[in-house]
């Protein structure tokens, strides 16, 4: 059974390789797609747990290929998609694009490119992650809108292992909604209180004008010098 799992392992990495990350993708979305591929082949792993048990090395070499890894882990393998969004508690899966995920289409690409590029070199300096998703008015209810952005942290893994030094900032322009998630290595720099003030003195004043770009980046400038 551990050589399955090794062999499967092996597997997948071949496949992430030869599919070929982007080179410019921001260390949250290679790490989003490398969790993905993980969960995918504990799910698949799994299944062929149940139905050959223990097999022999001989065996397995006959199940084991590269056409057979990328059907189980392939982007349209609906079963996995909703096994996994049940698990997270999400509607469906949607990944990090960079440091800002902007699905609610209210920045501009020279906009994203300038905050991306802030919270990359913060990244890199400190080891701490910030991330930014806005939605779209179809993918946010309004009683749920907090668990969301946890459940959204939590599955992109939001700040360094054993650190848990992530903040993710869920913005939905059309519901009225902003939730700041700080990892638990952040609160003891950056507490509820000030989080909210944050929200409340910052953010909300800038966006009732319609500029969304400036009271995000003074929040993320302002939650930088505090974390």
């Known amino acids: 059974m551990t050589r399955l799992i090794f062999i499967l392992s092996f597997w997948l990495l071949l496949f992430l390789n030869a ?3 982007n080179s410019k993708s921001s260390v949250l979305v290679e790490k989003f797609h490398l969790k993905l591929l993980l969960i995918k082949e504990k799910l698949v792993t799994d299944s062929l747990i149940k139905i050959y048990g223990d097999i022999s090395e001989a ?3 006959k199940i084991i290929d590269t056409t057979f890894v990328k059907s189980l882990i392939q982007s349209n393998s609906h079963d996995h998609d909703q096994l996994i969004c049940t698990a997270y508690k999400i509607p469906y899966i949607i990944g990090p694009i960079g440091w800002i995920s902007d699905y609610g289409h209210i920045f501009t690409d ?6 991306d590029s802030i919270l990359s070199d913060y990244e890199m300096r400190t080891s701490n992650e ?7 008015s179809s993918f946010v209810h309004d009683e749920n809108f907090d668990s969301l952005v946890l459940d959204i942290h939590n599955f992109w893994g939001i700040g360094k292992m054993h650190k848990n030094n992530g903040i993710l900032i869920g913005i939905s322009t059309a519901k009225r909604k902003i939730r700041i998630s700080n990892g638990s290595g ?3 720099k950056l507490s509820d209180k000030e989080t ?3 929200i409340d003195d ?3 004043p800038a966006f009732k004008k319609g500029d969304y770009f400036e009271g995000l980046l003074n929040a993320i400038e302002e939650i930088i010098k505090k974390v």
């Open 130 to 136: 910030i991330a930014v998703v806005t939605f779209d």
């Open 196 to 198: 909210k003030a944050i």
């Open 59 to 61: 065996e397995i070499s």
């Open 186 to 188: 952040i609160v003891d």
């Open 110 to 115: 020279g906009q994203i490119s300038q905050l």
């Open 202 to 204: 910052i953010i909300i």
């Open 19 to 21: 599919v070929g990350q």
